[in-house]
């Protein structure tokens, strides 16, 4: 019995309408589904070329407290490039949009473009190394 990859990620944002338009703007997430639930307000999206889907969830009555991957849950997302190529057009991507980000890095298990969401949340591309 096994898992062969990661059905979705939900990730619980500030602003869910500022999130939506930032993830579309800047991945290409195009939702999907959306709803609410008791004190949640939701809404799936798929990324492009048959990438993850990304749930985001705005809850009622938040704490407005910083993404701090240093806390207990997630440290950060990453998603997988094919190659080192694509980070740089990523990169170009990010400089265009006015994302935070840091120049990729080489690193002994791949290379590293690492960047943030409106909510400050760490996130990754990966391109393998080589």
Excluded: C
């Excluded at 999130?19 to 809404?43: C, D, I, N, Q």
């Amino acid at each position: 019995m096994g898992l062969s990859s990661v059905a979705h990620v939900a990730i619980t944002v500030s602003d869910l309408a500022r999130s939506k338009e930032w993830y579309a703007r800047v991945l290409g997430w195009a939702p999907v589904m959306e709803g609410e639930g008791s004190g949640v307000t939701f809404s799936v999206g798929a990324l492009p070329d048959g990438g993850p889907l990304v749930g985001l969830r705005e809850y009622d009555g938040q704490e407005d407290r910083s993404f701090d991957p240093t806390r207990v849950g997630l440290d950060h997302l990453a998603f997988a490039a094919d190659s080192t190529e694509e980070l740089s057009d990523w990169e170009q991507r990010f400089t265009d949009n006015d994302v935070v980000f840091t120049p990729t890095q080489a690193m002994p298990y791949g290379h590293v473009l690492n960047f943030k969401d409106p909510d400050d949340i760490a996130l990754e591309i990966w391109a393998p190394p080589g």
